[in-house]
Structures are given as structure tokens and as C-alpha cells.
Nanobody
């Protein structure tokens, strides 16, 4: 079992920045690849970013590429998402999730075994 708790969300103006954190507890954090997903009102949850167990491989949705940066600190059992140049369309609840290597496509929700409760990000235009 892995427990995940997101923090760092809030209200920010368009063009601004935020850094989300995801604190993990329970099983060994560095056994899991980690992802960020988001869900906007009235929309399905979508993939945002992924990082492998040791932080050497990352992947991003096209909509956030070059604006968002995923990172992790395994010594602190923490995952991060740096979000720059925020747009109104980035408004969503952001979730972190843990994936066992080889558990399926990293862009899909079904590949992830554990989820946090989410943190709201609201970007005002």
C-alpha cells in the first residue's frame, strides 16, 4: 500500500507559476514510477506527466510540454510538478499516482495502482 498526499494547489493568475508536491508513505517510494493526472470540470481525467523510478526518464502531455516539469526526490519520498506559464485551461484538480514498472501504458489511468486525493489548481485569466 502507498499513501499519496498532494499539496501546493491554489489560485494563480494566467502566466504565473505553481509547484505541486506529492508526499508518499507506505511501501518503498522508489519502487514506483509516478505520474500526474488532472481533471477539469466536466471532463475526463487526463495524463499530464510521468517520471520513472530513478528520475531519469520523463514524459509529458503535449498540452504541458515545455511549461511543466516533473521531478522526484526519493530521499524525501516526494514527487513534484513545476508548472509555469499557466493558462486558464490548466484549471483542474491535479492528482499524483503510483505505477509499478511494466503495469501498462504510463499514459493511462489503469496503469496506476495508487492515487492521491487531488489538489485544486485554478488559473484566472
Amino acid at each position: 500500500q502507498v499513501q499519496l498526499v498532494e499539496s501546493g494547489g491554489g489560485l494563480v493568475q494566467a502566466g504565473g507559476s505553481l509547484r505541486l508536491s506529492c508526499a508518499a508513505s507506505g511501501r518503498t517510494f522508489d519502487d514506483y514510477g509516478m505520474g500526474w493526472f488532472r481533471q477539469a470540470p466536466g471532463k475526463e481525467r487526463e495524463f499530464v506527466a510521468y517520471i520513472n523510478t530513478v528520475g531519469t526518464i520523463t514524459d509529458y502531455a503535449d498540452s504541458v510540454k515545455d511549461r511543466f516539469t516533473i521531478s522526484r526526490d526519493n530521499a524525501k519520498n516526494t514527487l513534484y510538478l513545476g508548472a509555469n506559464s499557466l493558462k486558464a485551461e490548466d484549471t483542474a484538480v491535479y492528482y499524483c499516482a503510483a505505477r509499478r514498472p511494466g503495469s501498462g501504458d504510463l499514459w493511462t489511468e489503469n496503469a496506476y495502482s495508487y492515487w492521491g486525493q487531488g489538489t485544486q489548481v485554478t488559473v484566472s485569466s
